[in-house]
């Protein structure tokens, strides 16, 4: 591995000093022009870069914000795009963090911050944290936090909207006996789609039934499970609604192994439309929740925390949004068994008057 290229090795190849290197790079007055070009052509071809930690001593800065969350799974990287491209021409660069999932559990986001602050990010936007009282030298912005928004400026998506409405377009569809597979227990935004079903449920005068209820823990892998028990029940739901689409993709794929065909046998909803949910087959259904918008929204957020700027409210709540696709579809119209006219003879009576 090459060795990192230093300020005095700019210098040296430039033939000035440090002192002049280091006024090229801070824009300072006091070079000349032709000196200034020389050092930033040296510069470019050494492929020179000052460290953050180098930065933020010189300037108390780095102009890097950090997105810190427990581990990479779809809803975090969707939310790194949408903060990626708000960053834009703002001059703050991007650092995305996770100490791996040894570090998962609740108050990842103390050590986080503990080990970035101050010498590393100016500000931190934190994915779905377990705790919101966190104590940080730099400005924080939450989305969709454990609890709910509390202290720290928040964004997140109206969940409790989007599951009664993705409810609602199965009992549109004629479902009556809908199954839930629910989310992490311990979510605000799980609690919030739980009670968006239940809700839909009442307004349409059906009593829930608990059977129908299991946890899925927002997983593909641990959501296999409740969908089994779900789809294997003698009396099986006609539709499943799943808290989001990672239990919804699991769903499709286990009822396919039961020989159950989607939509034709059994329909299936999401929530968050991952990029995932228009490659599945079929296509899922689900509920979007604006993933990128919220990434962008809470950089603009801190962006604004650190500039000072004067914002409007520390809580931002997005709307969610129905997308139909072609995992749902009315419930199947039962088999009705033939039966025997009222009219007709019976077998032995029209045999007895055949013969006599």
Do not use: C
Request: glycine share 8%; proline share 7%.
């Amino acid at each position: 591995m090459a060795d990192r290229v230093t300020i005095t090795d700019v210098a040296r190849a430039a033939g000035v000093s440090v002192a002049t290197v280091s006024k090229v790079l801070n824009d300072r007055y006091g070079v000349a022009s032709s000196t200034s070009e020389r050092v930033r052509d040296v510069i470019a071809h050494l492929g020179y870069e000052s460290s953050l930690v180098a930065r933020s001593l010189r300037s108390h800065k780095t102009h890097v914000i950090g997105i810190l969350v427990a581990e990479f799974e779809p809803f975090s990287t969707e939310i790194l795009k949408g903060a990626a491209e708000a960053l834009g021409d703002t001059g703050y660069e991007l650092l995305a963090y996770t100490g791996g999932r040894h570090n998962e559990g609740a108050g990842w986001e103390r050590r986080y911050l503990s080990r970035l602050s101050g010498t590393l990010i100016d500000g931190a936007v934190l994915v779905t944290p377990t705790v919101v009282d966190v104590q940080s030298t730099v400005p924080v912005v939450a989305i969709d936090p454990h609890e709910g928004p509390t202290g720290l400026p928040t964004v997140d998506s109206d969940n409790l909207a989007g599951a009664v409405r993705a409810t609602e377009h199965l009992l549109e569809l004629g479902h009556r006996r809908i199954g839930l597979v629910a989310g992490r227990p311990d979510l605000e935004s799980s609690r919030l789609r739980e009670e968006g079903y239940r809700q839909a449920l009442a307004a349409a005068g059906i009593a829930v039934d608990p059977a129908l209820v299991r946890v899925g823990d927002y997983r593909k892998p641990t959501s296999r499970g409740p969908a089994t028990e779900l789809l294997t029940m003698p009396d099986r739901p006609t539709a499943v609604f799943a808290a989001n689409d990672l239990s919804a993709i699991s769903t499709i794929e286990v009822a396919r192994e039961l020989g159950l065909r989607v939509p034709e046998d059994l329909s299936v909803i999401g929530f968050d439309d991952i990029p995932e949910s228009r490659t599945t087959t079929p296509p899922l259904s689900t509920v979007r929740q604006p993933i990128q918008q919220m990434g962008a929204t809470a950089i603009e957020l801190l962006i604004a925390l650190l500039d000072g700027t004067p914002v409007d409210s520390t809580h931002v709540r997005l709307p969610t949004t129905l997308v139909r696709r072609a995992s749902t579809a009315p419930v199947p119209s039962p088999v009705v068994p033939a039966t025997v006219p009222a009219t007709a003879p019976a077998p032995a009576a029209a045999e007895a008057a055949a013969l006599g």
